[in-house]
């Protein structure tokens, strides 16, 4: 199997950001996030079992998941939030290891998986490497207020809220900082492209 090389971040630190300039570079993505819609789409067992367990209040019109309703209802309920959890993360684990097993003979040196919570579950012990996007709690939090709407408090209590980013720093073998200069952004992204696949080539050549 091809090697899978983790990468998290905290919440707007810029992962999505960091993930492309790994895809510019040839290697696929994985985002979690995808999967994530992928195993709670209308007809599924996963979106079933949501239904069942927290009721059809957590649908839109369309009969689809309503995600913004489904994560104000699990902020701050750690028991809804574990219930939910234990919902959707069998179910991404394997449809990620489907789509993983997609590139096998692909010609990139490695593959990329993108998730949030790979510290906070433990799932970062699966693969050979983790990559940590970090941003300063300020840009953060600028960020959500921009792009989500949130007030200052509300940000706030977002990135409170998640493991901080400097204990899932203590767990990277490589840390980009993503604090808005994207230029030097994409040069670490080289960097640790260049380093991972000499180290993957050397691996494969032993």
């Given at each position: ?68 309703k489904v994560g104000e209802l699990v902020f ?38 993108e998730a949030a919570l790979l510290v906070e579950?433990?799932?970062h012990k699966a693969f050979p490497v983790l ?76």
């Amino acid at each position: 199997m091809k090697p899978v090389v983790g990468l998290t971040g905290g919440i707007a630190s810029g992962k999505t950001t960091v993930s492309q300039m790994f895809a510019d570079l040839g290697i696929p993505v994985i985002d979690a996030d995808d999967l994530a819609r992928e195993v709670v789409e209308p007809g599924t067992p996963g979106l079933a079992q949501i239904v069942d367990e927290f009721g059809e209040d957590v649908l839109d019109d369309d009969g689809r998941l309503d995600r913004k309703k489904v994560g104000e209802l699990v902020f701050g309920d750690e028991e809804a939030r574990e219930t939910l959890n234990a919902i959707l993360h069998p179910r991404i684990g394997a449809a990620g290891a489907a789509h993983i097993a997609k590139y096998d003979d692909h010609d990139a040196p490695y593959v990329l998986y993108e998730a949030a919570l790979l510290v906070e579950t433990g799932a970062h012990k699966a693969f050979p490497v983790l990559v940590v996007v970090s941003a300063e709690e300020s840009v953060q939090r600028l960020r959500l207020i921009a792009r989500d709407g949130f007030t200052a408090a509300e940000a706030n209590a977002r990135i409170e809220s998640q493991l901080p980013l400097d204990t899932k720093v203590r767990y990277a073998d490589f840390v980009v900082t993503n604090n808005g200069d994207l230029g030097a952004t994409r040069r670490q992204v080289a960097d640790v492209h260049e380093k991972l696949s000499a180290r993957f080539a050397s691996e494969a050549g032993k």
